[in-house]
């Protein structure tokens, strides 16, 4: 079993910037990607972004790339997602996943944190 811990939502204005923290813990070599998802009210949940902590690969869905950060800390089996030039519609519940492969989709993921809501504000 993997734990992960989310955190670091908040209230920002558009144009600001936020940095959500991941902390996982158990056993978390057997899980080589992290990946962040995030859910709006009424909308399925969806990619934002990847790591492979193996080989540092990462991927980005369309609207996060240019603007998020997806970085790793193997030593404190720690996942970040800075987030800059945040628009309304990125308001959602970001969630923190662990999974074998980096992928979009739910399925390839095995652990999920239990979210932290980020709102943007006009």
């Known amino acids: 079993q993997v734990q992960l811990v989310d955190s670091g939502g908040g209230l920002v204005q558009a144009g600001g910037s936020l940095r959500l923290s991941c902390a996982a813990s158990g056993r978390t070599f057997s899980s080589t990607a992290m990946a962040w998802f995030r859910q709006a009210p009424g909308k399925e949940r969806e990619f934002v972004a990847a790591?492979?902590?193996?080989?540092?690969?990462?991927a980005y869905s369309d609207s996060a790339k240019g603007r998020f950060t997806i970085s790793g800390d193997n030593a404190r089996n720690m996942v970040f997602l800075q987030m800059n030039s945040l628009i309304p519609e990125d308001t959602a519940v970001y969630y923190c996943a662990a999974g074998r492969i980096v992928a979009g989709n739910r399925e390839a993921y095995d652990y999920w944190g239990q979210g932290t809501q980020v709102t943007v504000s006009f």
């Open positions: 790591l492979n902590w193996n080989g540092g690969n990462t």
